[in-house]
């Protein structure tokens, strides 16, 4: 009896049930259309906000050091140092610092650090450069000597000297004064006519003033 009624039931409701079976096909299909569809789209990774530089802002002022021209230094060339002849004269014994010449006095060879100018005894003695007295001493060998001292280390020394000496130790003396008087006073060059033992050193090395002369 209750299979008659349920049979009955489904052939009056069939059409509807029909209907609503189709209608959750389509659904669940529906469904797993959009999951796969879903799946299939790549993953968009998110990106960090990136702040762009304002254009309207200026760029950082450049240091004062770097906007300024720097122009170039210029170097003026160091004076040559030139001197004056402290007596009028000519050589008589050549200056040889880097070889041996004869020393007629001692007969023997040896090096000789200065200029022999000749001149007469009591000859006046002239200064060669501006300058001030560093020393004035008896040397053994060359007798009475006046050192100046110049600058950028030069030094000129007169030697065989007489022993009245017209200048003070410390005492400034310009081009051309007055030092003092050609003597005899050199024991190693007694053999050589009279004259001014004359050195010039820089830095304590020996220089030919003949180099120098103006």
Known sequence: MQNNKFLNFIKA????????????????????????????KPKVEAVANVTEPDSSQEEPAQSVAAMQTEEPTTVMPSKPFRLKRPVEGEAVTAFAADH????????????????????????EVY????????TIYDDENYGMTVVLRHTDGYSTHYSNLSEEIAVEVGQSVGAGGVL???????????????????????????LDPEEFFE
């Open 13 to 40: 409701k069939g059409y509807y049930i029909v209907l609503l079976i189709c209608a959750v096909a389509v659904g669940v299909t529906g469904y797993f259309l959009l999951t796969a569809d879903e799946e299939a």
């Open 100 to 123: 041996l010449a004869y020393n007629a006095t001692t007969k023997d060879w040896r090096t000789h650090e200065g200029l022999d100018i000749e001149a007469v005894i009591g000859q």
């Open 127 to 134: 200064a060669a450069a501006d300058g001030s007295v560093l």
């Open 180 to 206: 003092g008087t050609v003597g005899n006073t050199a024991n190693s060059e007694t053999a050589t006519q009279p004259h001014l033992h004359f050195s010039l050193y820089r830095d304590n090395v020996p």
